[in-house]
């Protein structure tokens, strides 16, 4: 079992680049999540899925989009960078979310995002 | 979404038991209480969860207080390796949140030698 995998692990960009961030995980399930981790604080939400072919918009959406194609992928895009994305972003994925119940969120490692 | 309320910094000795209040006063009855903690360079971890009654498992200790508007995370002896922020978590279970943890800045744990 790997859990949960980012690729990549590191990433500088250019100011209106583009750039795809890929999330798998290998335990079935049904939720996934994108986070954004700026210096010294707390993750905040940017956008979740409930299940395969679904997306919803979390606490810091604008500038991102998603996709959930296959359940096991969540892809997180940036269409046009800017400076005030550079940030670590974790993806994370569990059975139900707390919807049903205590759940576990698995978090992958991060990927490191600098955008000049 | 409740809120929770931790002290930004904590220091403990190593081999030294450790506990870390938090504080959630506006807890409804569906919340769960959460913990997490995030080593250095590294993604959120699970600790342990629970509702109304004290929880244990291999990692730590959840002592929740009667009325819930509390609790603490115990740490029963202090490794160098559980230097790290935790963050407590309220996760509701019916409805309202789609399942995201709403992080705060956590406490960070500074461990001794």
């Known amino acids: 079992n790997a859990g949960v995998t980012q690729t990549p692990k590191f990433r500088v960009l250019k100011t209106g680049q583009s750039m795809t961030l890929l999330c798998a995980q290998d335990?079935?399930?049904?939720?996934m999540y994108w986070y954004r981790q700026d210096p010294g604080m707390g993750l905040r939400l940017i956008h979740y899925?409930?299940?395969?072919?679904?997306?919803a918009k979390g606490e810091v959406p604008d500038g991102y989009n998603v996709s959930r194609l296959k359940k096991q992928n969540f892809l997180l895009g940036l269409e046009s960078a800017a400076p005030s994305q550079t940030s670590v972003y974790f993806c994370?994925?569990?059975?139900?979310?707390?919807?049903?119940?205590?759940?576990?969120?698995?978090f992958g490692p991060g990927t490191r995002l600098t955008v000049l | 979404d409740a809120k929770t309320t931790q002290p930004n910094s904590m220091e403990s000795n190593e081999e030294e038991p450790v506990h870390l209040p938090c504080n959630h006063s506006?807890?409804?009855?569906?919340?769960?209480i959460h913990w997490y903690r995030q080593l250095p360079s590294q993604g959120p971890e699970y600790v342990i969860h629970?509702?109304?009654s004290n929880v244990n498992n291999r990692m730590a200790s959840l002592a929740i207080a009667e009325d819930r508007k509390s609790s603490t995370l115990i740490l029963h002896r202090a490794t160098l390796r559980d230097a790290a922020v935790y963050y407590c978590?309220?996760?509701?279970?019916?409805?309202?949140?789609?399942?995201?943890?709403?992080f705060g800045k956590g406490t960070k744990l500074s461990v001794k030698p």
């Open positions: 506006t807890i409804s009855g569906t919340d769960y």
């Open positions: 994370a994925s569990s059975y139900w979310g707390l919807t049903k119940g205590a759940d576990t969120q698995y």
């Open positions: 978590i309220l996760g509701a279970i019916w409805g309202g949140s789609q399942g995201n943890l709403i």
């Open positions: 899925s409930v299940g395969e072919g679904t997306t």
């Open positions: 629970g509702l109304t």
């Open positions: 335990m079935n399930h049904e939720y």
